[in-house]
């Protein structure tokens, strides 16, 4: 999440205290919030208000992250205003993870405005309409996303998804087909596929993709998913 306009500031000073900030974060990011919220009263301006912003983040305190990222990117000091359509996406991945997706919608709405082909904006914008259960405008987000990012395999995958819950399993089948001909160690692909042949009552074929999934990404979401889809399947069986 480091801002490369700050870790290479001309100011030396200030950029090598931005990038020992942001590298605390991942370390130890209740120590990084600390020193961050000193820096920012003894002036640290924007490069620290980000930093703090960031760690609330890594700690966990999702709503307040979201309306630090909000607050900065709205005020951002001359020179910075170009680090705005980034902190937004920061703030609406905020928003989306304290669950509040009218919040991150209009964040990322704003920005998409500003933006209209940014490719992270449309992913993260149609994650949280999926999430609302809007897939039709998640669909057409992505269908963007895909036109200015054709190799993106983990586009394709969402969409796959957007076109699972359309009951639409063609159009699905053959944007995931496609994501794992592009990266073929894609879990979260392999996952998407399993459900696809699951719904097409291929339950071979979904077990083995849901177990190429888990051992693609242990200890992942993903995994836990893809685990737990074979234990009804196997509850079913028997």
Known sequence: MQ???????????????????MDLVELDPDQALEQAQTWADLGGGDPARHCAAVALLQLGHHAAAGEELETLASSLEQGFAFLQIPILIQAGQAWFLAENLERAYAVQSIAVAREPNNVD??????????????????????????????QRADILVLRASAHRYLDQPARALADVERALALDPRNAEGYLERGNLRRLAGDDGGARDDWIEAANLAPESATAAAAQANIAKLDLKVE
């Open 121 to 150: 904006l449309l992913v993260d914008r149609s994650m949280t309409t999926a999430a609302a259960g809007d897939f039709e405008a998640a669909l057409s987000d992505l269908n963007r996303a895909q036109a200015n990012a054709p």
């Open 3 to 21: 801002s490369p306009a700050w870790a290479q500031s001309d100011d030396q000073e200030q950029a090598a205290r931005y990038a020992a900030c």
